[in-house]
């Protein structure tokens, strides 16, 4: 029994701060943030989907003297996917439209991560949303799409 505990405390210590995130999915990316960025901006205007702004958080960073490893975030999305979800529970639309942040961390590596649409179901109370479904499965393969050599 010991052993087991000490085992799950130390994949608990080693485990990367971007799998601790309640209701982030996060995916490596094998590209530099910049071209992740680009491929999902890119990405999300073929499937029709609307890009809102990209923001460069390393960029503003640098306006206010301050320094930040390369990160940005991009928010899209479309009424189709959208306003289903929003009739299941309105208050859904604090965390819409999407957002996915693309960031490369202390180890150099590049990471993609969104919020899991079944965890918002779940925060907004309607786990079984008709929508939710459809949505991880559209988001998960965008994110692989990306991310990819």
């Known amino acids: 029994m010991k052993t087991v505990f000490v085992s799950f405390l130390l994949l608990l210590l080693t485990t990367p701060p971007s799998f601790a995130v309640d209701g982030l999915v996060t995916r490596k990316s094998a590209v530099s943030v910049k071209e992740t960025i680009d491929r999902l ?11 809102f702004v990209r923001i460069d958080h390393a960029k503003g960073a640098a306006s206010v003297g301050k320094t930040l490893l390369p990160a940005e975030l991009l928010i899209f999305g479309n009424p189709q996917g959208g306003t289903p979800f929003m009739e299941c529970a309105q208050t859904v639309g604090i965390d819409l439209p999407l957002k996915a942040l693309v960031w490369e961390d202390a180890a150099g590596q590049v990471w993609l991560g969104y919020n899991d649409p079944e965890f918002l179901a779940r925060r907004h109370a309607v786990p079984d949303c008709a929508v939710v479904q459809n949505m991880a499965k559209a988001l998960e393969a965008i994110a692989i799409t990306v991310t990819a050599d």
Do not use: I, S, W
Request: aromatic share 0%; glycine share 10%; net charge positive.
């Open 41 to 51: 901006e890119t990405l999300a205007q073929k499937k029709g989907l609307q890009v």
